[in-house]
Structures are given as structure tokens and as C-alpha cells.
T-cell receptor, first 115, second 112 residues
Framework: AQKVTQAQTEISVVEKEDVTLDCVYE???????LFWYKQPPSGELVFLIR??????QNEISGRYSWNFQKSTSSFNFTITASQVVDSAVYFC????????????FGKGTRLHILP | DSGVTQTPKHLITATGQRVTLRCSPR?????VYWYQQSLDQGLQFLIQ???????AKGNILERFSAQQFPDLHSELNLSSLELGDSALYFC???????????FGPGTRLTVT
């Protein structure tokens, strides 16, 4: 069965600190996508990244970076020099490339960036 | 702005009633997905349509149904509503299967 676990329910950090959001996934499939979405207080879901299971290269986009490790089934997300605007709920998600297109979401991590 | 539109933005209704949520996908997208976000269940996939046909089904209740019309917009029908159906309902669209899904702003349903 497919499953995404975000063990951190809620995190609070002071602005400008770095913060890492953990994501561990389970799947029996060899080909899949991993995602991160941001849900700010306004409620919409904002796509951040999609990573193919064949590509284990880490990715950096501005203050955001992602560490994909197949050996530990983890896809962690780091925000460097956090800002108050980063306050949101962040969802890690998984989609199987061989079955259907549905996205399986983790429960989310609520991130508070304190000024 | 993802290009996916959902109406209405908010909906308040009573138990036992029936409502219809509407979704217009991004121009050119053939696939439409519906997700439910509730406090206890989190974000869950409900159903997917591709070019008018049902493609995949998730944890969708029998009281719920959906369809995709020839112009590719989709409707999610929720009937015999219960308090527990109160949630944020998202629609997403993609060009085809296995491609990036773009989410709409959601419809917040409150059942009283």
C-alpha cells in the first residue's frame, strides 16, 4: 500500500532560522512521483516540486531545497533563512506512475515562522 | 493563479440536502480530479475523470457522484449531506494522466 508519513505535526521557528520538514513514504512500486505542496492560511494548494523516482539528485530553488533519498524512502524539504511568509501547512505527497494518477497526501506539517 | 476555477467558493447547507460543486479545468487539460480535505481525514483523493470518462476512484462515498462534461468541466454532486461532509473540496486538472496536477482554490462546504 502507498503511504506518506509526515511525523512533524507542527513546527515553530524564529524568522531567519533554517527548518527541515521530514517526509517518509511507502510504496511497492519502482516508479513514482513525489511532491511537496504548500497550503497558506488562504487555503489554496500551491505546487512546490515534483520529483521522479528515477532522479535522486537534490534540488535547490532559492531558499528551498529538497533531499530525496531512495535508500531511506525519504523526501525532506528544507527552508533556509525562513521568513514569516513561509508560515503555512506543507504537504508531502506520492503518486504511482504505473497505476493511476491519484496523489496520496501526508497529513501535513504546520509551520509557524515567528517574527 | 493555477488556471483552475471552482464555484462556489463557499457553501452552507443543511443536513440531508444535496449540493453541486463545479470545476473548470485549465485550458487544454483533459483530466480532472476531485479531492476532499477534512480535519479528521486530511487530503483524500475522491475521483478522476479523463476526457469525459471515469478513470480512477478513491475513497468516494456512494452518496457522492461526479461527471465530466463534453466541454471538460466537471461537477461533484453530494447528496444526503451529513455534518461530517463539511470539508474543503479541491478540484485539480492535468493535461493527461501522469502529468502535473494544478489545483483550484477549493470550495468550502459547511453542513449545519
Amino acid at each position: 500500500a502507498q503511504k506518506v508519513t509526515q511525523a512533524q505535526t507542527e513546527i515553530s521557528v524564529v524568522e531567519k532560522e533554517d527548518v527541515t520538514l521530514d517526509c517518509v513514504y511507502e510504496t511497492r512500486d519502482t516508479t513514482y512521483y513525489l511532491f511537496w505542496y504548500k497550503q497558506p492560511p488562504s487555503g489554496e494548494l500551491v505546487f512546490l516540486i515534483r520529483r521522479n523516482s528515477f532522479d535522486e539528485q537534490n534540488e535547490i530553488s532559492g531558499r528551498y531545497s529538497w533531499n530525496f533519498q531512495k535508500s531511506t524512502s525519504s523526501f525532506n524539504f528544507t527552508i533556509t533563512a525562513s521568513q514569516v511568509v513561509d508560515s503555512a501547512v506543507y504537504f508531502c505527497a506520492l503518486s504511482d506512475l504505473n497505476r493511476d494518477d491519484k496523489i496520496i497526501f501526508g497529513k501535513g506539517t504546520r509551520l509557524h515562522i515567528l517574527p | 493563479d493555477s488556471g483552475v476555477t471552482q464555484t462556489p467558493k463557499h457553501l452552507i447547507t443543511a443536513t440531508g440536502q444535496r449540493v453541486t460543486l463545479r470545476c473548470s479545468p485549465r485550458s487544454g487539460d483533459l483530466s480532472v480530479y476531485w479531492y476532499q480535505q477534512s480535519l479528521d481525514q486530511g487530503l483524500q483523493f475522491l475521483i478522476q475523470y479523463y476526457n469525459g470518462e471515469e478513470r480512477a476512484k478513491g475513497n468516494i462515498l456512494e452518496r457522492f457522484s461526479a461527471q465530466q462534461f463534453p466541454d471538460l468541466h466537471s461537477e461533484l454532486n453530494l447528496s444526503s449531506l451529513e455534518l461530517g461532509d463539511s470539508a474543503l473540496y479541491f478540484c485539480a486538472s492535468s493535461v493527461a494522466g501522469q502529468s502535473e496536477q494544478y489545483f483550484g482554490p477549493g470550495t468550502r462546504l459547511t453542513v449545519t
